[in-house]
């Protein structure tokens, strides 16, 4: 949340492009997975693995939203789920 999700949760509020394309990475995990605390972290554990393996990493703030790539779309739409769903509503870090 602290490296990609707090700045681009806050862009959406301004950038109706953001917005849909973080709405289509949602909608395909909505489509996936029960959308439950623990399998949606679960889901973004494993993720983030596989990430890391292929050697990823959220380097910059872009400017458009065509500038992000398909991991920084899926992980803002999960961090944009776990917001709406309320499961960081205890402030734990996500």
Known sequence: ???LGDTQLARMGSDPGLVAAVDQHAAVLRDAIPLDRETLGDYLLGFLDELRHRGWAFTSEPSE???LDAAALRL???CWLARERGFLSDELPA
Do not use: Q
């Open 65 to 67: 939203p065509a500038d």
């Open 76 to 78: 803002t739409a999960v």
């Open 1 to 3: 949340m602290g490296e």
